[in-house]
């Protein structure tokens, strides 16, 4: 599974970065290595093994149905970059 | 060429738990914007989500009630995209192992009952809100700049997946109504859809009648009642075997319905295909469901509309479509079985509640809670017009005046004087009064117009002021003039 | 000029607060003036928190007057990794993304230590969202280490070690996710440890990989982590993976003895051409914990070589999720755009450094349609076989004795060209974090060139206890702990 200057432009668009041309080679080359890493984890047979996904064993945590109090609306948008009226301002979306 | 449709239905139910599904904020709707948060549902950096034990408890009870199979073990997952009004970039939701899967529902229809499968009805949050200003404002693809407003992230909505099962916009408006009523039964969620506690889409394709393969589906949005619902599947079908007719294809994608043109139309598509990344929420531990939880749960679901339509039917002897309308609210559902209770006569009962009283419920805008009679007094009126008592027509003042003074039909017809006279003795001596001021119209019969005994009828019952019992009436004057 | 009282431990200067010897304010203003002193040099902190410093001091020492709630940790001065919100005061993550972001509420962490009447004196430097070995990524500044100033202190809670090691703060806390505390705990010549996943409250953590992720305390010896690890530890309901059991008095069973205890021995964490100086010193260590009382066994840990390679597919998997929330909507920075999307792009290009940027790169590959099986799920398997090696092998155990890092501190610069060769600094580290045990690195020795050398101890789970144990009956037989950096480049 090598890793193509395509694929990691794929996965800049995914995750809304943004790389110049020179960067993206930079990146393949660097992501190419770390991945030629990781390929020695097919070294290991885990055909009959389970995922592991919490380290520990917990299930089922609940909280009860009960209010708690909410921030003010000013605490709510005291970090927001643009808020307007009571609102978080975004840029147009199309 | 005859086309089938194919359709599916995905269908939104917000919770009516106190609280939102990770945190304490409540899930009131209409407040002003971003009042109704806190870190947590804002995805502020470094906040967790707990999961509320209601809104679990709900979704297993919707699972319940559309005969799905309930997950011993389920978990959630990460479903991640950048919209702004998802505050992590990721929705909490459910991925490969939802909590209620393979169910179905049994839909009425005018041909009978028809089952429509449950592919999974799975827990997950709710995204904020958006409004779309500036430019044409409210709309998305013409505005300048939105707002976000987070007040409805993170309440806990089931989604509610049907197989393609459904063949016609009928069905699915018949789907939607008996799931609305089911959810409703078994008080999960208000389902509002002007406040968007209820929202569904459609995934629409069309097939040569006959043939197995799927078409190509479109997936139909912003669907926010169901006659406009109807309306989107009827169109959207209307148009892919236009297109096919003409020998073009449908495009796979996304459509909105549009209200003021009555047509749906393409969402500007995206410029990437969709790559969620699902992944197990790390955040979150496994949800493990005891046997005894679930079957605890079950126990606790009220007779559902399917069967009580059934019991409605076999038990009051009312037809299906009568113990449709009767199941159609559980609360009416429950009015007309308590007032059955006084009544040996409970379909003149159900006539009753579906005729008169719905008709003046819908004038006034009443519901069940604002009458001013209950299910017994209406019964009093059904036993008066059985007993002969009162006539039909009759009936209908009495009822007008128990619906607006909440006085008791007895009392209406003793205060009115209006027991119909049934004693042979009385109307005899009205009939001769008749008979003897109207010696031309006797002549008339017995030279052979039997047609006019109605007028003499009608004069009868105008002396006793209406009360006579008419066939008695017409008994005894019958058997004078052949004498 | 360093106030003397600044030299001792919580737990002597907590008793001179007791005994109204010094009062926090005082303690609080030296240890503040001694830090800023010095901050040019070590830069350890990315916010110093004087006023509010000083407001907790004189809070403290109305406690220390009543005599009530009273706590080794009453009145003293302490700080806290950028990555741990704090209300009303900035908190970065030592990324530019964060520069302006004031969380408004508390850690829980930091609400337990302010609850204990510890008085926070800042916020310190780390690498960029806990990615890092090295605090180098760090947006703000570069953090020296204080034994020799053209070295690196580790990473990525690189402040936390460097101000405890300087005598900035009388403690810290950090974060680890594949070694974040220990490595540089060993790399600055102080006790780090790391709690066992669950053992600690990670709610007001800045999220770097949720499943990995851990808050622990940085000492100048083993008691004063026992006594930060009681602060801090304990269940929390706002965190569904908070553990429900029960937090002993690890200051009092710190002191019981390792007599009989069984130490296992991994071959696999002394692979050939290893640094010798630090197989050497970790060598001895365990030789000394021998001669203390304890047996030594050797274990195999077969699977965990893999943990390095699982690791940098878990943990960017989770990093590229847990990041995608900075998108300039609703706080930190905002590059403008013409539309949203562009808007997102040019922020997160801005706000995010090379090394976040990778991994997030990383792991948005490893999840994404097609590779999800062969990476994420694959490493998740993997994962699970090295946990049944830990447990097989604590079946026979007590505590598991490694090297905490490959190599002693090591130059700025000489890693940041190939990231492959900084991750491998985690390479003894990061298994104790996916198998979720608890780990702590002690010093254990030095190296010719005059740097610290660490022994990692792994304990089972829950079990941070023994790990204390071991290394205060260790560090009461060694005078490793005592030595101070001279702060000087070399």
């Not at chain 2, 043109?261 to 969709?274: G, L």
């Not at chain 3, 080794?72 to 919100?85: E, F, N, Q, R, Y």
Request: include cysteine; glycine fraction near 8%; proline fraction near 5%.
């Amino acid at each position: 599974m090598a890793l193509s200057e395509k694929d990691v432009q794929y996965v800049v668009k995914l995750a809304r970065l943004e790389v110049t041309d020179q960067e993206v080679a930079k990146y393949t080359q660097q992501l190419a290595n770390i991945l030629e890493y990781v390929e020695q984890l097919n070294k290991l047979d885990t055909s009959n093994v389970e995922p592991l996904t919490h380290p520990l064993d917990v299930k089922n945590v609940f909280r009860a149905d009960e209010l708690r109090p909410c921030l003010t609306q000013a605490e709510v948008l005291s970090n927001a970059p643009e808020p307007q009226s009571g609102h978080f301002k975004v840029p147009k979306i199309m | 060429m005859e086309y089938e449709p194919v359709i599916g239905l995905e269908v939104h139910c917000e919770l009516k738990t106190k609280t939102k599904l990770f945190c304490g904020c409540p899930t009131t709707f209409g407040n002003e914007a971003n009042t109704q948060v806190c870190p947590i549902c804002l995805g502020l950096p470094g906040t967790l989500p707990v999961m509320n034990a209601k809104a679990v408890e709900f979704a297993v009870k919707i699972g319940h009630a559309l005969n799905c199979a309930i997950s011993k073990y389920s978990k959630m997952d990460r479903k991640n995209y950048y919209y702004p009004d998802l505050p992590k970039a990721y929705q909490i939701s459910q991925y490969d192992k939802p909590l209620n899967y393979a169910g179905y529902l049994e839909v009425p229809l005018k041909e009978g009952m028809k089952r429509i499968g449950i592919t999974r009805a799975h827990l997950e949050e709710d995204a904020g809100k958006l409004v779309h200003a500036g430019g044409k404002a409210g709309r998305l693809d013409s505005s300048d700049y939105s707002l976000a407003d987070y007040n409805r992230g993170g309440i806990p909505l089931v989604e509610i997946v049907s197989e393609p099962d459904i063949r016609s916009a009928d069905e699915a408006y018949a789907y939607l109504t008996e799931l609305k009523n089911i959810l409703l039964y078994i008080d999960v969620s208000d389902c509002n859809m002007e406040e968007g506690s209820l929202r569904c889409d459609a995934n629409v394709s069309v097939r040569p009648k006959g043939t197995e393969k799927f078409g190509t589906k479109a997936e139909i949005k912003n669907m926010n009642s169901f006659r406009f619902a109807k309306q989107a599947i009827e169109y959207e079908i209307k148009r892919q075997v236009a297109l096919l007719e003409k020998g073009e294809r449908v495009v796979q994608e996304s459509r909105l319905w549009d209200v003021t043109e009555n047509k749906t139309k393409p969402m500007r598509s995206k410029e990437e295909a969709h790559d969620y990344r699902y992944f197990p929420e790390p955040d979150l531990v496994p949800i493990v469901l005891s046997e005894d939880y679930v079957k605890k749960l079950k126990g606790q679901l009220p007779e559902l509309p399917g069967a009580k339509r059934a019991r409605f039917a076999s038990k009051y002897g009312l037809t299906p479509y009568d113990a449709g309308v009767l199941t159609s609210e559980q609360e009416l559902a429950q009015w007309f079985e308590e007032g059955a209770k006084h009544t040996k006569n409970p379909k003149g009962l159900a006539n009753w509640i579906m005729g008169d009283m719905a008709a003046k419920m819908k004038e006034q805008e009443k519901e069940l809670k604002d009458l001013k009679f209950d299910q017994k007094k209406l019964c009093e009126l059904v036993d008066l017009i059985d007993a002969g008592t009162i006539n039909s027509k009759q009936a209908k003042e009495v009822f007008a005046e128990m619906f607006d003074a909440g006085v008791s039909p007895a009392e209406v017809v003793k205060s009115r004087d209006m027991a119909q006279v049934s004693d042979p003795k009385a109307i005899e001596g009205a009939v001769d009064k008749v008979l003897a001021e109207n010696p031309s119209v006797v002549a008339d019969y017995k030279g052979g117009k039997q047609g006019v005994i109605g007028f003499l009828v009608g004069k009868v019952m105008q002396a006793s002021q209406g009360k006579a019992n008419p066939k008695l009436v017409n008994e005894i004057l019958k058997k004078k003039l052949d004498s | 000029m360093k106030n003397e009282l600044l030299e001792k431990t919580i737990h002597e200067v907590s008793a001179d607060l007791k005994a109204k010897k010094v009062s926090s304010v005082e303690l609080t203003k030296a240890a503040l003036d001694y830090l800023e002193e010095i901050e040019p040099k070590v830069q350890s902190f990315i916010t110093i928190t004087r006023d509010e410093a000083l407001r907790r001091a004189a809070e403290a020492d109305k406690r220390l007057a009543s005599g009530k709630d009273v706590t080794p940790l009453t009145g003293v001065p302490i700080a806290i990794k950028d990555l741990l919100c704090t209300k009303g005061i900035r908190t970065t993550c030592a990324s530019r993304m964060l520069e302006t972001f004031k969380p408004p509420y508390d850690a829980t962490v930091v609400e337990k230590l302010y609850q204990a009447g510890a008085v926070s004196v800042g916020k310190t430097n780390m690498d960029e969202f806990a990615m890092g070995s090295s605090t180098e990524t760090s947006f703000y500044k570069k953090t020296k280490n204080p034994w020799n100033l053209n070295c690196v202190p580790g990473g990525s809670s690189g402040g936390s070690a460097a101000c405890v090691s300087a005598g900035q703060a009388f403690a810290s806390l950090g974060s680890d996710t594949g070694g974040s505390i220990r490595q540089p705990a060993a790399l600055c010549g102080i006790v780090g440890l790391k709690p066992t996943y669950g053992r600690v409250s990670r709610y007001g953590l800045i999220a770097f990989a949720s499943s990995l992720d851990q808050v622990g305390p940085f000492g100048k010896d083993v008691e004063d982590c026992a006594i930060m690890l009681g602060a801090i530890a304990g269940h929390d309901p706002m965190d569904s993976t908070s553990a429900d059991v029960p937090v002993p008095d690890y200051a009092a069973e710190a002191k019981k003895g390792i007599k009989g205890l069984k130490i296992g021995i991994p071959k696999e964490f002394f692979p050939e051409g290893m640094n010798r100086e630090v197989s050497v010193a970790v060598k001895d260590a365990i030789a000394q914990l021998k001669s203390l009382g304890a047996e030594t066994v050797e274990v195999s840990l077969p699977s965990s070589p893999y943990g390095l390679a699982a690791y940098y597919v878990l943990a960017p998997s989770e990093a590229s999720s847990n990041l995608a929330r900075y998108d300039g909507v609703r706080y930190g920075l905002r590059i403008p755009g013409e539309n949203i999307v562009e808007m997102y792009s040019k922020t997160r290009a801005a706000g995010f450094g090379p090394e976040v940027k990778r991994r997030i790169m990383l792991g948005t590959y490893a999840l994404s349609s097609g590779y999800y099986d062969a990476y994420y799920v694959k490493a998740l398997k993997v994962r699970r076989l090295i946990k049944q090696d830990y447990d097989k092998a604590f079946e026979k155990v007590d505590v598991i004795a490694t090297p905490t890092c490959p190599n002693p501190a090591f130059r700025f610069g000489e890693k940041t060209g190939d990231p492959l060769s900084m991750y491998l600094e985690d390479i003894f580290t990061v298994s104790i974090n996916i198998t979720g045990l608890p780990g702590l690195s002690v010093p254990c020795g030095m190296s010719k060139s005059g740097l610290p050398i660490g022994l990692q101890l792994i304990g089972k789970a829950f079990d941070e206890a023994t790990l204390l144990r071991t290394a205060w009956a260790y560090e009461q037989a060694t005078e490793w702990h005592k030595q101070k950096p001279a702060l000087k480049e070399e």
